[in-house]
């Protein structure tokens, strides 16, 4: 009996010694399942383009589709991190996001405040607040249709060296002055003989053309958007 006393005894001095350590190691345990879980859990929802976070709090589906406000995001990505896109498109080189934007849970809440943000035909601009902006951020993007998106793309291939909206026309050696509509139309504004007037003939009617538009979508586009476009002006470096 007495020898049975004691090894209980030592038996309780012995596991009041160890089962501190072995709940200290569940725990580390728990902490670390829970890190790999998550980890994996990330890798397969989503690290878009080497920066994208899609915690998948947010929806990107619906069914088999994805959702629009998944596509703009997934786009904007590939638009400022992806060399084969900028390979294509060049004009897109040094752009980049803001720390909010790299995330979809934010990305996916701002961008349904926006206005028109689930209309057809109406797509993300990041130019019209800020002139010549690189930057994608819940600061200087909007929702805009895209007849007024198209107003601000810029053909910088086919320019050469004569400002935007002048080209040469080497049979008469005059510079002619065209400005894009849109859906393939384009306005002649006239032969000038030099490259200067000619941009000026561009700008005037540009502006003009901005405005008009600008005025078609009032009360429909954001007044900030409405207001940009009111004030936008053509310049040499464009």
Same mark, same amino acid.
């Not at 309780?12 to 725990?27: A, F, H």
């Not at 002139?131 to 929702?143: A, G, N, P």
């Not at 002055?177 to 005037?204: I, Q, R, V």
């Given at each position: 009996?007495?020898?049975?006393?004691?090894?209980?005894?030592?038996?309780?001095?012995?596991?009041?010694?160890?089962?501190?350590?072995?709940?200290?190691?569940?725990?580390?345990?728990?902490?670390?399942?829970?890190?790999?879980?998550?980890?994996?859990?990330?890798?397969?929802?989503?690290?878009?383009?080497?920066?994208?976070?899609?915690?998948?709090?947010?929806?990107?589906?619906?069914?088999?589709? =994805?959702? *629009?406000?998944?596509?703009?995001?997934? /786009?904007?990505?590939?638009?400022?991190?992806? @060399?084969?896109?900028?390979? &294509?498109?060049?004009?897109?080189?040094?752009?980049?996001?803001?720390?909010?934007?790299?995330?979809?849970?934010?990305?996916?809440?701002?961008?349904?405040?926006?206005?028109?943000?689930?209309?057809?035909?109406?797509?993300?601009?990041?130019?019209?607040?800020?002139?010549?902006?690189?930057?994608?951020?819940?600061?200087?993007?909007?929702?805009?249709?895209?007849?007024?998106?198209?107003?601000?793309?810029?053909?910088?291939?086919?320019?050469?060296?004569?400002?935007?909206?002048?080209?040469?026309?080497?049979?008469?050696?005059?510079?002619?002055?065209?400005?894009? =509509?849109? *859906?393939?139309?384009?306005?002649?504004? /006239?032969?000038?003989?030099?490259?200067?007037? @000619?941009?000026?003939?561009? &700008?005037?009617?540009?502006?003009?053309?901005?405005?008009?538009?600008?005025?078609?979508?009032?009360?429909?586009?954001?007044?900030?958007?409405?207001?940009?476009?009111?004030?936008?002006?053509?310049?040499?470096?464009?």
């Amino acid at each position: 009996i007495k020898c049975s006393a004691t090894l209980n005894a030592d038996w309780d001095s012995l596991w009041e010694n160890v089962s501190p350590s072995i709940g200290l190691w569940i725990t580390a345990t728990k902490a670390l399942l829970t890190f790999l879980f998550r980890g994996e859990r990330m890798r397969k929802r989503g690290i878009v383009y080497g920066v994208g976070i899609n915690d998948g709090s947010r929806p990107s589906t619906e069914g088999k589709k =994805k959702l *629009k406000v998944y596509n703009t995001w997934q /786009g904007m990505l590939e638009r400022c991190f992806s @060399a084969a896109y900028q390979s &294509k498109y060049p004009t897109y080189i040094g752009c980049k996001l803001s720390e909010n934007f790299k995330h979809y849970s934010y990305f996916y809440d701002w961008y349904n405040q926006q206005t028109g943000c689930n209309t057809n035909g109406w797509e993300l601009d990041k130019d019209i607040l800020s002139l010549d902006c690189k930057l994608y951020s819940e600061d200087t993007c909007v929702i805009v249709p895209k007849e007024i998106n198209s107003l601000f793309t810029k053909r910088e291939n086919g320019r050469g060296d004569y400002p935007i909206g002048v080209s040469l026309k080497a049979e008469t050696g005059r510079y002619s002055a065209t400005c894009s =509509k849109g *859906k393939g139309k384009l306005e002649y504004l /006239g032969y000038y003989d030099d490259p200067h007037n @000619a941009f000026l003939a561009y &700008k005037e009617f540009k502006e003009s053309y901005i405005k008009q538009i600008a005025e078609k979508w009032l009360g429909k586009v954001s007044d900030k958007v409405y207001w940009s476009l009111m004030k936008y002006e053509v310049k040499l470096t464009d």
